[in-house]
């Protein structure tokens, strides 16, 4: 990702979290229910109460509270691009960890993190094959001791010039690579998919 695409990202985020507040809709989430619902997905990878999790495109650090309602209290380290969402996470999150910007920014250890986790975060559309989104995967996996879950747009029903989607085999492939103990998941939501690479 370059500076031009971090910095369109962090004014596209700038300008809708004066439109909507404290929002789904500010982190171009339809709705508290669709976001809900990912996070379901990912968490189903086998989080549990105590974890330490690294969320990549945190936004508010809405999964952290989304797992406090679900009775999981998380050791919680989140990422984003955006300095102003990260302030409002902040605000809700007083024991978080909120580091601003790309993941290639932070200089974590390998397998620092039980479970590294990322909701819409690879939507954006950089023109780029995929490499950026593939870039991002190796580096999860590296991070994680137990597994990584994902989503992303499914370009079967979706393909729009603006956002960024795959063909759900394709990235299934791609992590099959990395990991022998993948599984894609696809029957959630029409328009995305997520993937589970476990090490354990």
């Not at 404290?22 to 989430?29: E, G, R, S, V």
């Not at 952290?64 to 102003?84: C, F, H, M």
């Given at each position: 990702?370059?500076?031009?695409?971090?910095?369109?990202?962090?004014?596209?985020?700038?300008?809708?979290?004066?439109?909507?507040?404290?929002?789904?809709?500010?982190?171009?989430?339809?709705?508290?229910?669709?976001?809900?619902?990912?996070?379901?997905?990912?968490?189903?990878?086998?989080?549990?109460?105590?974890?330490?999790?690294?969320?990549?495109?945190?936004?508010?650090?809405?999964?952290?509270?989304?797992?406090?309602?679900?009775?999981?209290?998380?050791?919680?380290?989140?990422?984003?691009?955006?300095?102003?969402?990260?302030?409002?996470?902040?605000?809700?999150?007083?024991?978080?960890?909120?580091?601003?910007g790309d993941l290639f920014d932070m200089d974590f250890a390998e397998q620092s993190f039980d479970w590294v986790i990322l909701s819409g975060a690879l939507n954006e559309q950089l023109n780029d094959d995929s490499a950026y989104a593939k870039s991002v995967i190796d580096r999860m996996y590296a991070l994680c001791r137990k597994g990584v879950a994902f989503n992303m747009l499914d370009a079967r029903f979706l393909k729009a010039h603006d956002l960024h989607s795959q063909i759900p085999q394709d990235i299934l492939l791609y992590c099959q690579q990395l990991c022998p103990n993948c599984e894609l998941y696809d029957d959630y939501l029409k328009n995305d998919f997520s993937i589970y690479m476990r090490r354990v």
């Open positions: 990702m370059n500076e031009q695409q971090r910095k369109r990202i962090i004014d596209k985020h700038r300008d809708s979290l004066t439109r909507y507040g404290y929002h789904p809709n500010a982190l171009y989430w339809s709705g508290r229910e669709i976001q809900e619902i990912r996070f379901k997905v990912l968490a189903d990878i086998g989080i549990q109460d105590g974890d330490s999790v690294l969320d990549l495109g945190c936004g508010f650090g809405d999964f952290k509270s989304w797992a406090i309602e679900q009775g999981v209290r998380l050791n919680y380290t989140g990422v984003d691009l955006s300095p102003d969402i990260l302030t409002q996470a902040k605000k809700r999150h007083a024991d978080g960890i909120f580091l601003s």
